[in-house]
């Protein structure tokens, strides 16, 4: 009789410990932080700043972090994409859905007449030497530079004025 009900909730406890055993994360990602990428607009720095917190918004980021006074912005993690991210295989780029997630970090300083835009892409996976494709950081430059471009533009034979 004893051993009916111990055959019972064997099967019971069987189950419950492979449910706890399993809840347990095994790997965990790493930070990875690629290189800041550079542009310099004409601009003073507050035009560029809010360039930048415009391109991003426009863009589909959500800002986390703005400081206004340090002319910083970061944004929320999103996953990464197929052509976002890459990992060098063989001397070759492998592009591909990789579970890694990433966030841009932006900071406008003052240059010269104008201002210098930097933007870092950091990356959080579990597979390392994840790098950038940089697509995503050119394409907030393209905005921002559409965004600080002046209302009246002239072109000549040299380019836009």
């Given amino acids: 009789m004893k051993f009916h ?3 019972r909730v064997l099967p019971v406890l069987l189950l419950l410990g492979s449910l706890i055993a399993c809840s347990k994360p095994k790997l965990y990602g790493s930070v990875q932080e690629s290189e800041a990428i550079v542009k310099y607009y004409a601009v003073p720095p507050a035009d560029a700043y809010r360039a930048a917190k415009e391109a991003l918004i426009f863009r589909g980021y959500s800002i986390k972090q703005s400081d206004d006074a340090a002319m910083t912005l970061e944004t929320y993690w999103q996953p990464s994409t197929s052509d976002s991210h890459y990992v060098l295989i063989f001397g070759k780029k492998d592009y591909g859905t990789v579970g890694s997630y990433y966030r841009m970090a932006v900071k406008v300083t ?4 104008g201002s210098k835009v930097s933007i870092t892409n950091v990356a959080k996976s579990f597979i390392t030497d994840l790098k ?8 907030v430059f393209i905005k921002i530079a559409d965004f600080t471009r002046k209302r009246d533009i002239q072109v000549t034979n040299i380019g836009l004025q």
């Fill in 5 to 7: 009900r111990a055959l």
């Fill in 110 to 113: 003052p240059q010269g007449s």
């Fill in 132 to 139: 950038s494709s940089n697509r995503e950081e050119d394409e």
